[in-house]
């Protein structure tokens, strides 16, 4: 971390980089590393607080083997993502932006992922899956558990009017 803070370091500006560089090594930011950060370069812990607290991108504990994101852009809302993330989140044991007590799974509620004429939509990990219904969600998981990467949909940005192809329906 120290190594990290001295090839970045250069103003104050340079906090985003470094706490994007940590993330990357470590998986997420933790309080302690903020503190390490803080006495490193000076800047304000509260201020580094702020910044991964404020950035979506940014995690400040260490996520589960597979984070499952759910879109609750508004037209996944509308389509049923609050059911989706109740089913996930009582499938997993995970509260929303939290993780599992087995570790295995993070679910997190996030803006839009760019294809919401499919929704409700879920990643997982690199996946995304479309359409989602609270049974499909509750096979996702049981999928994941079994080490499973099958059911896959490709969904690509709406707005490009590029191709999508669901192959689990
Ligand atoms: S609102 Fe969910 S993908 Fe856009």
Not at 55 to 59: D, E, L, T, V
């Given at each position: 971390m120290d190594q990290i803070v001295h090839e970045n370091y250069l103003d104050l500006g340079s906090a985003i980089v470094i706490l994007q560089q940590i993330q990357d090594a470590f998986g997420y930011v933790a309080p302690y590393m903020l503190e390490r950060v803080a006495a490193l370069t000076g800047i304000p812990t509260g201020e580094l607080y702020s910044i991964v607290t404020f950035?979506?991108?940014?995690?400040t504990e260490p996520i589960g083997e597979n984070l499952i994101q759910v879109c609750h852009g508004t037209a996944c809302h509308l389509a049923g993502a609050e059911k989706i993330s109740e089913v996930l989140e009582n499938e997993t044991g995970a509260r929303d932006g939290r993780t599992s007590p087995d570790r295995k799974f993070t679910v997190k509620k996030v803006a839009c992922l760019g294809c919401c004429s499919h929704g409700p939509v879920v990643t997982v990990n690199d996946e995304t899956h479309a359409k989602i219904t609270p049974e499909k969600a509750r096979k996702l998981v049981q999928q994941k558990r079994q080490g499973c990467s099958c059911g896959t949909i490709t969904c690509e940005d709406d707005q490009a009017q590029k191709e999508v192809a669901a192959v689990d329906e």
């Open positions: 950035y979506a991108q940014f995690r």
